[in-house]
């Protein structure tokens, strides 16, 4: 008989030996369960390092591009202010000439014209930059002219009326406006259907509201919803960034505004969902910046609270990976723990009772990762009677099947 590692050495001698194992059958079957345990993360350990090693490697790409994209363009500059020649320039800096715009880096074909547009402004005569003032004045003239045209069109006025119904232009923009903002929140509440319908009317009227901050940041909020309801990737990408780029300005210039900073944040989250680790972490830094801004403006939203408890579990679940990129890239990385995010989930329900199920879900699963099994079973119940309206809604009862199986 073969012996078992560990087993006693039998003496000299005894020929017949009997060797026992010191491990019983459960010990063993315990060993071997740790055995693949290990082996278990040893494979992740392995993938995640090989992930690793692909984001730096992409990262480091980025940072080349970056680098070199910002030496082409100082070449450019420095290219711009070598002059042939000292430039006479007759107009004055308000003007709306050509030739500034020209100046200003934009493409001309033209062959007399040498980078950036100098040459062929100096090149003009006299005559020739006089012509252009004068035809400049008449396009003006007829720019105006067509404005005023079209107002009275829109309204059904007469010249001699326009003055004194400006007043009632305003106004009539302004009812319009919250008629179709109020048609917009009733929208968005709906089914699939509605929120499309909902993109697509404030889609075609954004040359005329594009400038109001109540518009703005509800024409943000319906990329986001067609970021849901979209399949393919590649339009989900595109739905993300041109709402995202609605509010990059907006955001800046109306602070003040909680809806801006909101959808703002969802947005970058959204863009950022099938990017490399580092730019998920970025936008993720981001995405906690403005939720906190518009928390600040808004503190009685239980929506903003909702987002930042994803953030917080999703912070306090990072894998090692995850956790070691954001050591690179940060000095003071951001943390956050299960308990921070149960706070803002409850939060939620004190605010907002039921407010949604996806939020007593993750109350649920808070609890769970406590230890706290009780109150987890408690909010498991009290999620599955509220209904599920949304994909969000529907991924959560899946959540809730598996905690149950468990």
Request: hydrophobic share 35%.
């Amino acid at each position: 008989a073969q012996a078992m590692p560990g087993a006693p050495i039998p003496a000299e001698g005894a020929a017949r030996a009997v060797h026992t194992p010191l491990l019983g059958q459960d010990e063993q079957l315990e060993l071997l369960e740790r055995l693949d345990f290990v082996v278990r993360n040893i494979v992740e350990l392995r993938r995640e390092v090989e992930e690793l090693r692909n984001s730096l490697q992409h990262l480091a790409v980025e940072i080349v591009g970056e680098v070199r994209s910002h030496l082409e363009e100082t070449q450019r500059v420095s290219r711009r202010r070598r002059f042939p020649f000292p430039r006479e320039r007759s107009d004055s800096t308000g003007s709306s000439s050509i030739y500034f715009t020209a100046s200003s880096g934009n493409a001309n074909t033209d062959d007399g014209e040498s980078e950036g547009g100098y040459t062929t402004a100096n090149a003009e005569s006299d005559y020739d930059r006089e012509s252009g003032r004068e035809s400049e004045e008449g396009e003006d003239e007829v720019s105006c002219d067509t404005v005023r045209t079209v107002r009275r069109d829109s309204l059904d006025l007469g010249p001699e009326e326009e003055e004194g119904n400006l007043q009632s232009l305003d106004s009539s923009l302004e009812e319009g406006l919250e008629q179709l903002l109020q048609q917009a929140d009733r929208l968005h509440d709906g089914d699939e259907q509605d929120r499309r319908e909902g993109f697509q009317l404030l889609l075609n009227n954004k040359l005329a509201y594009a400038g109001q901050r109540e518009f703005l940041w509800r024409l943000a909020r319906a990329h986001s919803d067609m970021w849901e309801l979209t399949e393919d990737e590649e339009e989900k990408q595109s739905y993300a960034s041109e709402g995202k780029k609605e509010l990059e300005l907006a955001s800046q210039r109306w602070d003040q505004s909680a809806e801006c900073h909101q959808w703002f944040a969802i947005l970058c989250g959204q863009l950022s969902e099938h990017e490399s680790i580092p730019k998920r972490i970025q936008a993720g830094c981001v995405f906690k910046e403005h939720i906190d801004r518009a928390i600040e403006l808004k503190p009685e939203d239980p929506q903003l609270y909702y987002l930042m408890g994803r953030w917080c579990y999703q912070v306090a679940h990072l894998g090692w990976l995850e956790k070691k990129t954001v050591s690179a890239l940060f000095e003071a990385p951001p943390t956050a723990t299960v308990q921070d995010a149960l706070q803002n989930f409850l939060r939620v329900e004190e605010l907002s009772p039921g407010f949604s199920k996806a939020g007593r879900v993750y109350i649920a699963k808070c609890y769970r990762d406590l230890g706290n099994s009780s109150a987890a079973a408690l909010w498991m119940n009290l999620a599955s009677e509220l209904p599920g309206n949304t994909k969000e809604d529907a991924e959560s009862e899946r959540e809730l099947e598996e905690m149950r199986s468990v």
